[in-house]
C-alpha cells in the first residue's frame, strides 16, 4: 500500500491508518482515471452502453402487433431460421477461407526453409537459412500489425469482446464489416509467421461479426449499398443472431456443433430461451458441414464424405494393435488425471498472472506510444519467436528411434488420415536413416501437426526435449497473447498442455513402470488440464474436447480433469478471458451476486440524481437535455405537489394512516438527506455532492480539489423545465428533489429521432395534429442513431411541443425500494434490462438503476458504506 498523508499513520502488511487520511471510493477512483492502491484493479468504465434488449411497447410497436397474425408470425419466423442457416454457411467459408491460405503460407514457407536447412547442413549455411525464415515471419507478422492498426479491436482474440457483448454491453466496432476483414486477414498472416498463436479464438469473434451483420443488409463500411430488409432492426435480434455466430464459429473451429451451442451458453449469452437453443445448434451445425464438405473435397478430392469436420482435428485415438497390454486409460489412471487437473490450475493460474502483468505494461507504456511502437513490440516477438524455434531445432533436439508401430494399413479411413499427416511431419534434421529430431518435430510444423504428433506418434519424446518445449512455449506463448495482432489462445495451450502431458506420461512408463499408459491419453488430458486452467470453461470446454476425439469414452477424465484445473485456478485468479475483460474496464455482470450483497436494498445503489423530461415538452427543453447529458433513458414525469395536512386535521384515523404513508414511503429528498448525513462517517462521492442545512461548509480558504471540481459540476440539481421555476440556492432539499409520478422510460434515441423528423406541435394546436411515425420509421435508422451534437436543428422552433407519449416505454420493469440487490440483478440480469426505475408504493420514481450500480465494484463499495453508516 502507499503511505497514508497526515500527521500520524501507523502502517503495516495488511492495513493502514491514519488520523486525516481521505479514502477514495471505487466511483471516484473511476471519475479521475485512478486504480485501487492496494490490488491495482482497473475499475469498470462508465463510458460503456448497455444494449436495448427490453422491448420497447409503445404506440408504434403495438401498432405492428395489431396488423401480426399467425401467417406472418410463421413469415418471421422462417426468415428467421433462413438467417440461422446463412449465417452458418458463411462462418464456414470464413473457416474455410483463413484455413486454406494459412496451409498455403505455411507450406510454402517451411518448403523453403527446409530445403536450405537440408542444403546448408552440409554446407555450413544455415545463417541462411534463419535469415530465410526470419524474412518469411516478419513480413507476415508486419501484415497482421498494420491490419490492427487500421482497426484496433481486431487485435487479439476477439472472445472478452463478444462475451461482453453477449452480457449486454455495446462495445464499440466489435461486430463491424471493417473489423471481420481485419481480423480474418490478420490472423492469417499472424499464424503463418509462426507467432504463437491459434486461428480458433479469431474463428469466434468473425462468427459473431457474420451473425451481426448478415440480417441487417447493410454495412458502415458499405454505405452506397442499401437493402429494404425490414426485419430484425432491434439489439434484441442482434443479440441472437450473435450468439448464434459465436457458437458457428466454434462449431468450425473444432468441429463440434454442441460444444459451440454450449461455449454460447457459458461463455457469452446472459439471456436464453429455448427457441434460440434450436437456432444456435442449427447454425453450428451448418458451419461445421459447410467447413466439412468443402475442406474433405479440396484436400481428398472426396467432396461429400464429410472427412474433416472441424479446423483443428484431434485424430482418432486407438491403441497398436501390437501392444496388448494398452488400453485407453483405466480407473487407476483417475488419479494421476485428478493430480494433473491441479497441477493444469497452477499453471493455468501463472499464465494469467504473467499475462495480466504485461497486459498492464503494455496499457501504460506502449499503448500510449504513437501506434509504430506497436507495429515493432510485435515485429520484436516475432523475431526473438524465430531465433527461439530455428535454434531449439538445430541444437536442442534428440535424434530418437522411429517406431515401427505407425503402419495402420487395413485400419479405418480417418486413423490411416491421422497416421499419415503424423509421419508426414516428422523432421530428420542432423539425424541418422531411422531417426528423427524431436524438438524439431514439435518447432518445425505447424502447431496442429505438433499436437498431432503428440498424441499419435508412437515413438518417444526425450523428457529434456518435453521439458524445454514446454518451457519456451509457455513464455512466449504468454508474451505474445496481447500484442497488436490477431491472435488466438486455444491452440497455444493445448500445445503447450499436450506436451506437459506427454512428459507426466514419459516419467510414468520410464521410471514408474507403468507400463498400461497410453501415451497420447495423458497428452490430451495434459492439453484439457493446461487449457482449462487457462480459460476456465467446463461444460462447453469437456464437450468441445469430446467432439473432437470422437471418443465418448474420454468423456469422464476429460471432465474431471477440468473441473480440477478450474477450481485450482479460481483459488489463485480469474480466467484469461475474464482479466482482459477487466482490463478494458468493461461493466461486465457476473452470474449472480455475493451472498452478502443482500444487506443491501434497491434505494442503496440506485441513482437519485434523475434526468427527466414532462410528457410535452418544449423541444429547447429536449435540446438542452440531450446535448448537456450523456445518459440514454430518460424518465417521463409529472411532479406531485398535493398538500395533505387539510386531510390530516378532520380525523384521527385518516392522519394516522397518512403519517404511516409518509414515514414507509421513500422519497428523493429523503434518500438524499439521508445519504448527506452519512457523509461525515464515509466521504462518498454521491454522498459529498449534495448539502442541505445540515452539512457543515468547508473552510472557504481551502481551495477545491480536481474530484471535488467534476463531481459538483457532474450532479448539479437539473433545472426545472418551466421557465419561472428555475432552482434556487435557497431551496430545501424537498424543493431540490420534489416528488415525480413515473408515466415511463424514453430513450435518447427515440428523442433524436422524433427531433430529426420534426414531430412537434404548436402551443395553439392540440397534441393530436403532431405527426405519427411508424415502428419502421422509428428504427430506420438502427443501429447507429443521429448524434445530437451533428443534428442542424436551426428549422426548428424551440418553442414547439413535442408530445412523447406515444413513442415512450410506459410499462419498463421497475423495483421498489425495499427490493434487495439480488432480485435486483436477478431481474435486471435476467430479462437484459438497460434502465430499471426505482418505484415507491405511490408511483413517484426515486432512482434508476443501471449496470454499473450493479458490478462487483459498486456494490462492494456500497456495503463498506453500508458497514459504516450502522
Known amino acids: 500500500m502507499a503511505g497514508c498523508r497526515g500527521s500520524l ?24 482515471g485512478e486504480t485501487q492502491e492496494e490490488e491495482d484493479e482497473i475499475l469498470p468504465r462508465k463510458d460503456y452502453e448497455s444494449l436495448d434488449y427490453d422491448r420497447c411497447i409503445n404506440d408504434p410497436y403495438l401498432e405492428v402487433l395489431e396488423t401480426m397474425d399467425n401467417k406472418k408470425g410463421r413469415r418471421y419466423e422462417a426468415v428467421k431460421w433462413m438467417m440461422v442457416f446463412a449465417i452458418g454457411v458463411c462462418t464456414g467459408l470464413v473457416g474455410l477461407f483463413v484455413d486454406f491460405f494459412v496451409r498455403l503460407f505455411t507450406q510454402l514457407k517451411f518448403g523453403v526453409v527446409q530445403a536450405s536447412v537440408e542444403e546448408c547442413s552440409q554446407k555450413g549455411c544455415l545463417a541462411l537459412s534463419l535469415l530465410e525464415l526470419l524474412g518469411f515471419n516478419l513480413t507476415f507478422v508486419f501484415f497482421a500489425s498494420l491490419l490492427v492498426l487500421i482497426e484496433p479491436v481486431a487485435a487479439g482474440s476477439g472472445i472478452p469482446e463478444i462475451k461482453c457483448y453477449l452480457n449486454g454491453v455495446k462495445v464499440p466496432g466489435i461486430v463491424r464489416l471493417r473489423t471481420l476483414l481485419c481480423k480474418v486477414f490478420g490472423v492469417l498472416f499472424s499464424v503463418a509467421g509462426g507467432l504463437f498463436v491459434g486461428k480458433e479464438g479469431p474463428m469466434i469473434h468473425s462468427g459473431a461479426v457474420v451473425g451481426a451483420g448478415l440480417p441487417q443488409f447493410q454495412s458502415l463500411s458499405l454505405r452506397k449499398i442499401q437493402f429494404n430488409f425490414p426485419y430484425f432492426r432491434s439489439d434484441r435480434d442482434k443479440r441472437d443472431f450473435v450468439s448464434a455466430g459465436a457458437a458457428a464459429g466454434v462449431a468450425a473451429a473444432f468441429g463440434a456443433p454442441i460444444g459451440g451451442t454450449l461455449f454460447s451458453l457459458e461463455e457469452g449469452s446472459s439471456f436464453w430461451n429455448q427457441g434460440l437453443t434450436w437456432k444456435v445448434l442449427f447454425c453450428s451445425m451448418s458451419a461445421t458441414f459447410t467447413l466439412n464438405f468443402f475442406r474433405s473435397g479440396i484436400q481428398f478430392g472426396s467432396w461429400g464424405s464429410f472427412q474433416l469436420p472441424g479446423l483443428l482435428n484431434f485424430g482418432e485415438f486407438k491403441c497398436s494393435d501390437s501392444d496388448k497390454k494398452c488400453h485407453l486409460w483405466t480407473a487407476m489412471d483417475l488419479g494421476f488425471f485428478v493430480m494433473m487437473g491441479v497441477v493444469g490450475g497452477l499453471l493455468g493460474a501463472t499464465f494469467n498472472c504473467l499475462n495480466k502483468r504485461l497486459a498492464k505494461y503494455r496499457v501504460r507504456n506502449v499503448h500510449p506510444k504513437p501506434k509504430l511502437v506497436r507495429v515493432l513490440e510485435s515485429l520484436l516477438v516475432s523475431l526473438v519467436t524465430t531465433v527461439v524455434v530455428f535454434v531449439a531445432s538445430m541444437v536442442l533436439g534428440e535424434c530418437r528411434q522411429m517406431s515401427s508401430a505407425s503402419q495402420v494399413g487395413n ?45 499419435h506418434q508412437d515413438s518417444t519424446f526425450s523428457p529434456i526435449t518435453l521439458a524445454l518445449f514446454f518451457v519456451l512455449y509457455f513464455v ?17 495451450s493445448l500445445l503447450c498442455g499436450a506436451a506437459f502431458g506427454r512428459l507426466v506420461a514419459n516419467i510414468l512408463k520410464s521410471y514408474i513402470g507403468l507400463g498400461h499408459i497410453y501415451s497420447g491419453t495423458f497428452a490430451l488430458i495434459g492439453a484439457a488440464a493446461f487449457l482449462g486452467g487457462v480459460v476456465r470453461m467446463s461444460i462447453s470446454l469437456t464437450v468441445i474436447l469430446i467432439e473432437s476425439t470422437s471418443e465418448i469414452t474420454y468423456g469422464l477424465p476429460i471432465m474431471v480433469t477440468l473441473m480440477v484445473a478450474k477450481w485450482t485456478g479460481d483459488f489463485f485468479n480469474k480466467g484469461i478471458y475474464d482479466i482482459h475483460v477487466g482490463l478494458r474496464g468493461v461493466p461486465l455482470l457476473e452470474w449472480e451476486t455475493e451472498v452478502e ?15 427527466y423530461v414532462y410528457p410535452h415538452t418544449r423541444i429547447q427543453s429536449l435540446v438542452s437535455i440531450l446535448r448537456t447529458t450523456v445518459h440514454h433513458a430518460f424518465p417521463v414525469v409529472t411532479e406531485n405537489r398535493g398538500n395533505e395536512k387539510e386531510f390530516m386535521k378532520g380525523n384521527q384515523l385518516i392522519s394516522n394512516n397518512i403519517k404511516y404513508k409518509k414515514c414507509s414511503i421513500l422519497t428523493r429528498a429523503g434518500e438524499q438527506r439521508r445519504r448527506s448525513q452519512s457523509m461525515k462517517s464515509y466521504p462518498s462521492s454521491e454522498l459529498r455532492n449534495v448539502c442541505d442545512e445540515h452539512v457543515t461548509s468547508e473552510d472557504p480558504g481551502e481551495k477545491e480539489d480536481l474530484l471535488q471540481q467534476m463531481l459538483e459540476r457532474r450532479y448539479t440539481p437539473y433545472p426545472n423545465l418551466y421557465p419561472d421555476q428555475s432552482p434556487s440556492e435557497d431551496w430545501t432539499m424537498e424543493e431540490r428533489f420534489r416528488p415525480l409520478t413515473f408515466h415511463g422510460l424514453i430513450l435518447r434515441s427515440q428523442l433524436v429521432t422524433l427531433l430529426v423528423r420534426g414531430v412537434c406541435y404548436s402551443e395553439s394546436q392540440s397534441s393530436a395534429s403532431q405527426p405519427r411515425l411508424s415502428y419502421a420509421e422509428m428504427a430506420e435508422d438502427y443501429p447507429r442513431y443521429p448524434d445530437i451534437h451533428d443534428l442542424d436543428l436551426t428549422l426548428l422552433n424551440p418553442r414547439m411541443i413535442v408530445d412523447v407519449t406515444p413513442y415512450m416505454n410506459p410499462a419498463p420493469f421497475t423495483v421498489s425500494p425495499n427490493t434487495h440487490v ?17 418505484v415507491n408504493a405511490v408511483g413517484e420514481i426515486v432512482g434508476v438503476i443501471t449496470r454499473h450500480n450493479l458490478t462487483r465494484e459498486f456494490l462492494q463499495a456500497r456495503l463498506r458504506q453500508h458497514y459504516q453508516t450502522l
Not at 9 to 32: D, N, Q, S, Y
Not at 422 to 450: H, R, W
Not at 597 to 611: C, F, G, H, Q, V
Not at 822 to 838: A, C, E, K, W
Open 476 to 492: 512466449l506463448a504468454c508474451w505474445t497473447y496481447g500484442i497488436s495482432v490477431p491472435s488466438g489462445l486455444f491452440v497455444p
Open 597 to 611: 450483497m443482500d444487506k443491501l436494498r434497491a434505494s442503496d445503489i440506485m441513482e437519485p440524481n434523475l434526468t
Open 411 to 455: 485400419d479405418s479411413f480417418a486413423l490411416q488420415v491421422t497416421s499419415e499427416e503424423v509421419n508426414s511431419s516428422i523432421k530428420t534434421f542432423f539425424c541418422p536413416n531411422e531417426t528423427y529430431n524431436d524438438m524439431a518435430t514439435l518447432f518445425f510444423n505447424s502447431q496442429e501437426s505438433g499436437i498431432l504428433q503428440l498424441f
Open 822 to 838: 439480488s432480485q435486483v440483478f436477478n431481474l435486471f440480469r435476467t430479462m437484459g434490462l438497460r434502465h430499471l426505475p426505482v
Open 9 to 32: 499513520c501507523c502502517c503495516c502488511r495488511w492495513c493502514c491508518c491514519c488520523g486525516e487520511r481521505e479514502t477514495r471510493t471505487p466511483e471516484e477512483l473511476t471519475i479521475l
